[in-house]
């Protein structure tokens, strides 16, 4: 057909068990009146908790939406605004949020933000800006999906996993860190930085200052970059609390050093503040060059005026941000017991974990085999018979089979807890089936929803029994 490489290639990874989870659920996805028996959405990492919140927030401070300063209108000043550099006041806004959920133990100079559309865009700008086609960065496993598309799609640049596993909670060892760079330097390939999610996406937890300092000796005896992806930062719901990579920097006295000039930030208003659509993300380097570069590339990718007049507003409204900030993390810690609560109903553990929009479960019990191929087996069943899109650790690029990330914070809590009712039925039928293929092939979600309504009438006419008593 002629096209280019880029349009034929399959490094994208749409094929991926994570987004076509995406589009089952797009065929049939559950709503309570309309769909009762469709698939619920647990494959996707948004925060839907603290809506209310920012719609108070914008009904209190009704200018800000409206292309209006004190009562004045401004829409042609935001129509005709196009400097890649963004607004300053934004920015300005921007750091001061960062630094506040940071608890304020490190700051950030707005003149070495760089605004970008989302993280997804400041990843894969800051990996132009680092690396040349074929060149590698290494990652922990498992990693979110996404960074196969973004990290090397378009860029050329190879992912080479550092392997962690289930032995030490998935944590990052310096053998897995020598092994990775030693895999990539055998292959000729040349590894120009360390990619870490923090909190981990998909794992659910913050990075310990050990293997924060380990990351940085890294990067720093081998001269190579650290990317650190703090796009949850926001979202830490339990102690340990969170130290970005910055904090440690500050604490090793790493004020004027080379490797300081080694270490980038990529934030996003995705996951904190629950806004994907309104792209809206950061690179943030202490590296003038890369500042400079990534500037100039973000005009592929730049955050629209009014968005960023808008949440100058709201962020730099400190009283708001501060109680957003705690309330938010309030609703997940809640929602994470749910869920975490749910499945151990149901005898399913989940690595324990204090961050993040989902839980990284563990089903290996389930698998008829300790293969990806049981793994793909038992995510079909989930996802057709169950009616619950979760995202199998395989797509995670997990070592293990049998690991599962469920997101909970993108639905109602009536919702999750359907989900964890439909989930525990499946558990049960299998232990109670001395077939479990024969349960396999029978399951199926309308099966389950005569189970609970039995259930519930049962439930339900007891209690009017217990009424009658007391009465
Ligand atoms: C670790 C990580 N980085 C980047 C992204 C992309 O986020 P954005 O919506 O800001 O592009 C996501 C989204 O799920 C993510 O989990």
């Known amino acids: 057909m002629n096209l280019s490489s880029k349009a034929t290639c399959a490094s994208h990874g749409q094929d991926s068990s994570y987004f076509l989870g995406w589009q089952e659920y797009e065929k049939n996805p559950y709503d ?6 469709g698939i619920i959405q647990m494959g996707l990492a948004e925060n839907q908790l603290s809506f209310d919140l920012l719609e108070s927030w914008l009904a209190e401070n009704p200018d800000a939406a409206s292309f209006r300063r004190n009562g004045e209108s401004i ?19 921007l750091a001061k949020f960062m630094a506040e959920i940071r608890g304020n133990k490190v700051s950030f100079d707005p003149r070495n933000l760089v605004l970008t559309a989302g993280s997804t865009s400041a990843n894969e700008a800051l990996v ?7 060149d590698a960065f290494l990652l922990p496993t498992p990693y979110y999906p996404g960074f196969d598309r973004d990290l090397k799609w378009r860029t050329g640049v190879e992912i080479v996993p550092i392997q962690c596993t289930s032995s030490n909670g ?21 590894v120009k930085g360390i990619l870490v999610t923090n909190p981990s996406n998909p794992l659910g937890i913050t990075l310990s200052d050990k ?22 930062s926001g979202t830490v719901f339990n102690s340990p609390r969170f130290t970005s990579v910055m904090e440690i920097l500050l604490d090793r006295n790493y004020v004027d050093t080379e490797v300081r000039n080694r270490v980038h930030i990529v934030y996003s208003l995705s996951k904190d503040l629950g806004l994907p659509g309104f792209r809206v993300g950061a690179i ?27 949440l100058s ?19 997940l810690k809640n929602r994470h017991m749910m869920l975490v609560q749910g499945m151990e109903d149901a005898g399913i553990s989940c690595l324990e974990s204090n961050a993040g929009l989902f839980s990284w479960v563990d089903m290996r019990h389930l698998l008829e085999s ?37 997101c909970f914070a993108n639905m109602s809590e009536e919702t999750l807890n359907l989900a964890m009712q439909r989930l525990k039925s499946f558990v049960d039928s299998i232990y109670q089936s001395n077939d479990s293929y024969g349960f396999f092939h029978n399951f199926s979600v309308k099966d389950s929803r005569r189970r609970l309504l039995k259930k519930w009438v049962f439930r339900l006419s007891s209690s009017d029994r217990g009424l009658e008593r007391d009465r």
């Open 284 to 310: 943030y380097s202490n590296n003038p060059m890369v500042v400079a570069t990534a500037t100039k590339m973000s005009s592929f990718g730049l955050v629209s005026s009014q968005t960023q007049y808008l």
């Open 313 to 331: 507003a709201m962020l730099s409204d400190e009283k708001f941000a501060k109680n957003y900030v705690v309330e938010n993390q309030k609703r």
């Open 32 to 37: 309570e009146v309309r769909n009762p028996d």
């Open 211 to 232: 293997e924060l300092n380990l990351l940085i000796n890294f990067v720093e005896s081998k001269e190579i970059h650290l990317i650190s992806d703090e796009i949850y």
């Open 128 to 134: 132009f800006c680092l690396a040349e086609p074929g």
């Open 170 to 190: 998935f944590r990052i060892t310096k053998p897995a860190l020598e092994e990775a760079y030693d895999t990539a330097r055998n292959r000729n390939i040349r």
């Open 75 to 93: 829409f042609r000043e935001l129509a005709l605004f196009q400097d890649y550099h963004g607004l300053p006041a934004f920015k300005n806004a």
């Open 370 to 406: 300790d293969t990806f191929e049981a793994e793909m087996e038992l995510w079909k069943k989930i996802v057709y018979d169950v009616g619950l899109n979760i995202s199998p650790g395989s797509s995670c690029h997990c070592l293990e089979p049998g690991w599962f990330r469920v």
